[in-house]
């Protein structure tokens, strides 16, 4: 927690007062090697998990938490990483930083259970996080049955067939709900129905009674056919907006968004990310010198006169 | 419309005449096999509008308005004309009249337009016999939930106006 907290909060303004609270804590992990510090600021920024590695005293409460947040925040905190780091180098370092890490995370696994536990983690992540990041956590429930349709699809209707009819025939079977006849737009015709409806039932079995019955059967003397209709359910809607589409500045929030997602999203972001941060010095660096030249000049010219 | 209409008996192409009269023979040969069987299949809603001497004006079935006398027969699709016009002796007595004439419109509707169009089938004269007497209602290209506007002129009138028999 300590020592990716700190450096996270360098990196980006993500930090958290808990991070804050937690610096004091940090001071003698980081003493113990730099390269560590990284690597667990790389493996995660906002949970202990990080540090683990490095700090003993704080593993056993923030070990579960590393566990958990581990897989997500090991691509952000590579971001952070990264951003401190130059960046012809990021490839290179992410490797040797891998390696160090494992190393400290070997020293520290004989220590506390809760270390080792990260240590299987952590190191697989960052060397093949893109693969194996999904793996950890499958979180894939269990299919829920398909639910029995109560909505049936009747086609081939003959234009002398209104709602009540419908509704009259196929009440037969079961409590209808609703009848849906759809019929062409007003301007087309008034009158004609598109040769097809819908019928809700109460009950998913007299729906498949009316189907068994009615399908092949004929009204008005026409041959109709009775499909069953999924009602569509309203799926939550997956949260891929927040990743891609905010047109923001810099990279720092898109390493944000990284974390809750999975696998897609580390292959795309790196390549930004080690782009954006030249860009950011660059400009710096030009800004910074202009003001102090004027300001000697200024001085120069007023001792001048 | 969502049915497709065949039409082809009546527009033959002049090249293709000869393949079309045997395929013509032939549609004709499969239409008369497949004899409905009015045991097991349901019958349909045929919605028929009469009027004196002259069709019913076509805007008569605007938007879905009907012209107000109206018979409704349930049938088959195998259903002759002549059959449809027993029918229609049977409900209105002063048409048994020998040489009546009964002129056929198919009244179907257009999908774009308000107003249906009116297709001619033919004719027949009671207690004679014509060639439009056995066509049926699957022949003509009728789709379950058209019109048939029938012209009934007395015998007095002899050969119906516009309608030119094929010979």
């Not at chain 1, 996270?8 to 804050?20: P, Y």
Request: hydrophobic share 20%; glycine share 6%; aromatic share 6%.
């Amino acid at each position: 927690m300590v020592l990716s907290r700190s450096r996270s909060r360098s990196a980006s303004s993500s930090a958290s007062e808990k991070e804050r609270k937690s610096r004091d804590k940090e001071k003698k992990p980081r003493k113990k090697s730099s390269s560590s510090d990284s690597s667990s600021s790389r493996s995660s920024s906002r949970s202990s998990s990080g540090s683990s590695g490095s700090s003993d005293s704080s593993s056993s409460s923030s070990s579960s938490s590393r566990s958990s947040s581990s897989s997500t925040s090991s691509s952000s905190s590579r971001s952070r990483s990264r951003d401190k780091e130059n960046k012809p180098k990021e490839k290179e370092k992410d490797k040797d930083k891998k390696d160090d890490t494992r190393s400290a995370f070997k020293t520290s696994a004989e220590k506390s259970r809760s270390q080792s536990h990260e240590k299987k983690q952590k190191p697989k992540k960052p060397s093949k996080s893109r693969s194996r990041s999904g793996s950890p956590r499958p979180r894939r429930k269990p299919r829920s049955p398909t639910p029995r349709p109560t909505r049936i699809h009747v086609g081939r209707l003959t234009r002398n067939v209104n709602r009540d009819h419908l509704h009259e025939i196929f009440s037969f079977y079961g409590t209808v709900k609703s009848v849906d006849l759809p019929m062409y737009d007003m301007r087309v015709s008034a009158i004609l129905n598109r040769g097809y409806g819908y019928i809700d039932f109460e009950k998913p079995e007299d729906a498949e009674n009316a189907m068994k019955h009615m399908d092949g059967g004929q009204i008005d003397g026409q041959e109709i056919t009775a499909a069953p209709v999924l009602i569509p359910r309203q799926i939550p809607p997956r949260r891929r907006s927040p990743l891609p589409m905010p047109i923001r500045r810099g990279p720092p929030p898109r390493w944000r968004s990284p974390p809750r997602y999975a696998m897609m999203r580390r292959r795309s972001p790196p390549p930004m990310r080690r782009r954006s941060p030249p860009r950011r010095r660059s400009p710096r660096s030009r800004s910074r010198t202009p003001p102090r030249r004027r300001r000697y000049s200024r001085s120069s010219s007023s001792s001048s006169r | 419309m969502w049915a497709y209409r065949s039409f082809g008996p009546y527009k033959p192409n002049k090249e293709k005449m000869a393949s079309m009269i045997e395929s013509k023979v032939e549609e004709r040969k499969d239409n008369n096999e497949k004899a409905v069987d009015r045991e097991k299949t349901c019958p349909l809603l045929l919605r028929v509008f009469c009027s004196n001497g002259r069709h019913n004006n076509i805007t008569d079935y605007r938007r879905g308005n009907t012209p107000p006398n109206e018979l409704q027969i349930y049938t088959w699709m195998d259903a002759t004309l002549k059959e449809i016009g027993g029918l229609i002796l049977e409900v209105n007595p002063d048409t048994r009249r020998r040489g009546t004439v009964f002129e056929f419109q198919l009244i179907y509707p257009e999908l774009t337009k308000p107003i249906p169009r009116a297709k001619d089938l033919g004719s027949i004269v009671i207690g004679q016999k014509g060639f439009d007497d056995n066509k049926t209602l699957a022949q003509i290209g009728f789709i379950i939930g058209d019109f048939l506007d029938i012209a009934i002129s007395s015998p007095g009138r002899g050969i119906p106006q516009r309608r030119m028999r094929p010979y």
